[in-house]
């Protein structure tokens, strides 16, 4: 789906510049050293590779490591057997591909074991190292494409919880200060900022009136010595740096190093052309991010002209 952005273009390449890609992590289990340094040796190249000379041994390196996209076990191991360890990951790490390797006919484990869904696939040894390989690459394409739906529906749930909570503040909110903060934490959550401020405009420049959300603590509030506000509003565009650390105009500037800020998001909140309020994202990373983030963006920042005109408006009724 293609997205109508007005007055992102200049900002856009910036803000979705891509990163290098990692390689995918897998972890390969062997009791027998030859074959466990046979499994790292052939996957070294493509993946990032994890090895563990038994299930207790790699229950305790994923539980250092994290997530892997693939694991490959043999099956007959001391202490527990592969189905019986790969069974252990599934509650916490339902994703991952599981292959099992197995040098003799064990058919109720592995037929309960694939039946179950803890296992992806079964190869006999002598594992032929192509068949292997091909195996494997599609355990990873198939583990990407679960992760990218996960990630597509948290982020399309992320968005319209975002959207309905700006409609009910419009709606259901009387006072400027009690709106401001509430949009600020909603935009800091949606999108998994460290700090949000969302501080009013007059006269083309910020007033002391503003919501603030932190994930840690409170908030520092120095937009008013930010020259990226003053650009935003001048220019009613929006501002970013990705990465303080190297931006030239930004890098020396106090309050980014004193409050560890590493990218900074600047959305003019704007309505028939007057600049209303500024949005300031604060993340303690460089960040990059997608077109739907962007069209997100936009589009949010509409909905918080349109409350802030709300509850303006409110405001006015109540006094007359």
Not at 46 to 68: I, M, N, P, Q
Not at 249 to 265: D, I, K, M, R
């Amino acid at each position: 789906m293609e997205y109508s952005i007005p007055e992102l273009d200049s900002v856009t390449r910036q803000l979705m510049s891509l990163e290098r890609p990692k390689k995918t992590k897998m972890l390969v289990v062997d009791d027998e050293p030859d074959n466990l340094d046979l499994l790292y040796r052939t996957f070294r190249r493509d993946f990032h590779v994890l090895k563990a000379e038994s299930g207790v041994r790699a229950l305790e390196l994923l539980a250092t490591e994290g997530e892997v996209a693939v694991i490959i076990s043999d099956q007959r191991m001391p202490e527990m057997k592969g189905t019986e360890f790969l069974s252990r990951t599934v509650p916490q790490f339902p994703d991952t591909m599981r292959i099992i390797l197995t040098g003799f006919t064990d058919v109720e484990d592995l037929v309960e074991a694939i039946n179950s869904g803890q296992v992806y696939k079964y190869i006999t040894k002598p594992w032929d190292p192509n068949e292997l390989k091909a195996v494997v690459q599609r355990a990873a394409e198939t583990y990407d494409l679960l992760k990218q739906r996960t990630e597509e529906l948290r982020r399309s749930q992320s968005q319209t919880a975002l959207l309905s909570t700006l409609i009910q503040i419009a709606q259901e909110v009387t006072t400027v200060d009690n709106s401001l903060e509430l949009m600020a934490t909603a935009f800091g959550k949606s999108f998994s900022a460290d700090g949000s401020l969302l501080q009013l405009v007059e006269n083309g420049g910020l007033v002391s009136t503003y919501g603030s959300y932190s994930q840690e603590g409170e908030l520092e509030n120095w937009l008013e010595r930010d020259p990226m506000v003053k650009d935003a509003i001048a220019s009613k565009k929006m501002q970013v740096s990705v990465n303080v650390p190297a931006d030239t105009a930004l890098s020396e500037v106090s309050h980014y190093s004193n409050s560890g800020t590493q990218a900074h998001l600047i959305v003019p909140i704007t309505y028939c052309g007057k600049v209303l309020a500024i949005l300031s994202l604060q993340w303690q990373q460089p960040c990059v991010f997608r077109e739907d983030e962007l069209f997100l963006l936009h589009l949010a920042a509409q909905q918080v002209a349109l409350a802030l005109i709300c509850t303006q408006s409110k405001r006015v009724m109540a006094q007359v």
